[in-house]
């Protein structure tokens, strides 16, 4: 045997080798009630992925949810809208609801997950949704996320479940952690990180006066400005791990007048027993021909921001 074919012959078995290992490492889930979303439970750090908004399947059996709701114009629910699917509304005007697709944001969340576990040997516990968001809103709160259509609310609440269970175990395991919420926008290139501030609040000059929850107060002990803006803050460390601009950091404190989103309702709905941060993700970092390598500084991202300020823990 040459001494080429010989070097051939191993660069091709570690190749092999590594995507073996790769594979392996990839994480089994489980799907939940009727495949509306998947799940990881066996997690070993203090750490919670949920990626609502990338599902594709549309049951047959579910009401689309661009019909809206139906601000009521009389009666005790006047001015208000409420959702059922079966409303034909001719006493009110229609609500509208959201059902954009965040294109890829399930397969980012995956790809996140991978890394984690390829990289530093940390399984997170995972939640990602699978049905469309025209038929079902994991990131609302029930009524307008289903239109009160029963089994979209079945698989509403095991989605759910499987997040409370996720922050069960860790507050009993570890005592404190981190809830990611993976979404994607459009309306510019630059990553939103919300703490439920909105961008009239995070145009201020001191956060800490502001008499507000944030989705990390069980983290900020004794400054806002440090833990949501600081040189430690999740945009900061995003920004150093080459993930673009990303507002609020060190660099880019405020928004300014960009559109800005805060954090939705599984970012609030957790916040007195974990900390939680939505991330809006531009389209090039989630879903361009980089997003492998994007997934990968993101997971080193959350490592070095967890690790900075203390909330790290695995078993």
Same mark, same amino acid.
């Given at each position: 045997?040459?001494?080429?074919?010989?070097?051939?012959?191993?660069?091709?078995?570690?190749?092999?080798?590594?995507?073996?290992? %790769?594979?392996?490492?990839?994480?089994?889930?489980?799907?939940?009630?009727?495949? $509306?979303?998947?799940?990881?439970?066996?997690?070993?750090?203090?750490?919670?992925?949920?990626?609502? /908004? *990338?599902?594709?399947?549309?049951?047959? &059996?579910?009401?689309?949810?661009?019909?809206?709701?139906?601000?009521?114009?009389?009666?005790?629910?006047?001015?208000?809208?409420?959702?059922?699917?079966?409303? =034909?509304?001719?006493?009110?005007?229609?609500?509208?609801?959201?059902?954009?697709? &965040?294109?890829?944001?399930?397969?980012?969340?995956?790809?996140?997950?991978? %890394?984690?576990?390829?990289?530093?040997?940390?399984?997170?516990?995972?939640?990602? *949704?699978?049905? +469309?968001?025209?038929?079902?809103?994991?990131?609302?709160?029930?009524?307008?996320?289903?239109?009160?259509?029963?089994?979209?609310?079945?698989?509403?609440? /095991?989605?759910? *479940?499987?997040?409370?269970?996720?922050?069960?175990?860790?507050?009993?395991?570890?005592?404190?952690?981190?809830?990611? &919420?993976?979404?994607?926008?459009?309306?510019?290139?630059?990553?939103?990180?919300?703490?439920?501030?909105?961008? &009239?609040?995070?145009?201020?000059?001191?956060?800490?006066?502001?008499?507000?929850?944030?989705?990390?107060?069980?983290?900020?002990?004794?400054?806002?400005?440090?833990?949501?803006?600081?040189?430690?803050?999740?945009? =900061?460390?995003?920004? +150093? =791990?080459?993930?673009?601009?990303?507002?609020? $950091?060190?660099?880019?404190?405020?928004? *300014?007048?960009?559109?800005?989103?805060?954090?939705?309702?599984?970012?609030?709905?957790?916040?007195?027993?974990?900390?939680?941060?939505?991330?809006?993700?531009?389209?090039?970092?989630?879903?361009?021909?980089?997003?492998?390598?994007?997934?990968?500084?993101?997971?080193?991202?959350?490592?070095?921001?967890?690790?900075?300020?203390?909330?790290?823990?695995?078993?």
């Amino acid at each position: 045997m040459s001494l080429l074919t010989y070097f051939y012959i191993s660069i091709v078995a570690v190749v092999l080798l590594s995507s073996r290992a %790769e594979q392996r490492r990839i994480l089994n889930y489980i799907d939940g009630y009727r495949s $509306s979303f998947k799940y990881h439970q066996q997690g070993n750090v203090n750490l919670i992925i949920s990626a609502p /908004h *990338g599902g594709s399947l549309t049951p047959n &059996d579910l009401p689309d949810r661009k019909i809206g709701g139906c601000r009521r114009q009389s009666g005790i629910n006047a001015g208000l809208c409420t959702w059922w699917y079966n409303d =034909t509304c001719i006493d009110g005007q229609r609500c509208n609801t959201t059902t954009v697709k &965040d294109t890829l944001s399930d397969e980012f969340a995956e790809n996140v997950v991978n %890394e984690l576990d390829i990289q530093y040997a940390l399984k997170p516990y995972v939640v990602i *949704g699978k049905w +469309s968001r025209t038929k079902i809103d994991f990131n609302r709160e029930i009524q307008e996320a289903t239109l009160n259509h029963p089994e979209a609310m079945s698989a509403h609440r /095991h989605y759910h *479940g499987n997040i409370q269970q996720a922050v069960d175990k860790i507050k009993l395991n570890f005592g404190k952690g981190l809830l990611l &919420d993976i979404h994607g926008h459009s309306v510019g290139n630059y990553t939103m990180v919300g703490y439920l501030l909105t961008s &009239d609040q995070l145009n201020r000059n001191d956060l800490d006066t502001l008499l507000v929850s944030t989705s990390i107060d069980l983290l900020c002990n004794s400054s806002r400005e440090e833990c949501i803006r600081g040189p430690n803050s999740f945009g =900061t460390v995003l920004e +150093s =791990t080459q993930l673009g601009i990303a507002y609020p $950091s060190l660099a880019n404190p405020k928004p *300014g007048s960009l559109r800005f989103l805060s954090g939705g309702y599984i970012t609030k709905n957790y916040i007195s027993n974990i900390n939680a941060i939505q991330t809006e993700l531009p389209y090039d970092i989630r879903a361009g021909i980089n997003r492998r390598t994007h997934a990968r500084n993101y997971a080193r991202a959350v490592v070095h921001f967890m690790k900075q300020n203390h909330l790290l823990l695995s078993k």
